[in-house]
């Protein structure tokens, strides 16, 4: 899933985010300017109802959500992410079974062995004999 993108505040249920709103828009803060930070930073983008589907309110309720749903449930939701071998859907389930395969990544530790200027960064996570590398790149 995206962050909505909704395009009112009115949409908007997260007091933290009302809350900038109204001093943002109190100093005289341009409206795009504070939307933008809000697509980016509020929490209500991660508290949007689950997109099951692409039908009536993405498959979540029959009834009315708390919050909107997300305007692209048609497009992204996890009937679709069933289809695409490539989505995070199947790279979230590819890591938990690696994580019940490995003992190592459960009960290891974890210790930092490079943290790169571009974002990526190694972890050696170990546990007795059992060692594991990964390397990962964060944007």
Not at 12 to 31: F, G, I, Q
Not at 83 to 95: A, C, F, N, Q, T
Request: aromatic share 12%.
């Amino acid at each position: 899933m995206t962050n909505p993108r909704f395009a009112s505040i009115e949409e908007y249920r997260d007091v933290e985010t009302l809350n900038y709103y109204k001093e943002a828009r109190r100093n005289e803060v341009p409206l795009r300017k504070i939307m933008e930070a809000i697509w980016r930073k509020s929490r209500d983008n991660s508290r949007t109802p689950m997109q099951w589907d692409d039908t009536h309110e993405a498959g979540f309720t029959t009834g009315t959500p708390w919050i909107g749903v997300n305007p692209n449930y048609r497009e992204v939701n996890v009937q679709e992410a069933l289809k695409d071998e490539d989505s995070v859907l199947h790279y979230y389930r590819k890591l938990i079974a690696l994580r019940k395969e490995h003992e190592v990544f459960i009960y290891g530790e974890y210790k930092l062995l490079f943290a790169a200027a571009s974002g990526a960064v190694r972890v050696h996570p170990h546990a007795g004999r059992r060692a594991a590398a990964r390397c990962a790149q964060f944007l």
